[in-house]
């Protein structure tokens, strides 16, 4: 947990209802891409838990972010990806 670090790294999050499917959450990270979907119950915002133990509500930005009519499946994204890029800032990853 090297990057971002335990502040910034989430454990835990709210999925979308009809995206639960395994204990993870799958999210492209070499190219913008919804393969799993985040939660949008609090006001198309998303509740998520920290390594270090913090939590918090995080606002999502792109109508491409949101599920609709139940359609789950495996996207690019097209147009603004700020909640790509915020999502994939707060991911894991591999220290090089």
Request: some cysteine; aromatic content about 10%.
């Amino acid at each position: 947990m090297n990057r971002p670090g335990p502040a910034n790294t989430w454990v835990l999050l709210d999925e979308d209802k009809d995206s639960l499917n395994a204990g993870g959450l799958g999210v492209g990270m070499v190219r913008a891409e919804w393969i799993d979907w985040l939660g949008t119950y609090h006001n198309s915002a998303c509740g998520f838990a920290f390594a270090d133990g913090h939590s918090e509500i995080h606002m999502w930005l792109d109508s491409t972010t949101k599920v609709v009519n139940g359609d789950v499946s495996k996207k690019p994204i097209i147009g603004s990806k700020r909640d790509w890029k915020w999502i994939s800032e707060h991911t894991s990853a591999l220290a090089n």
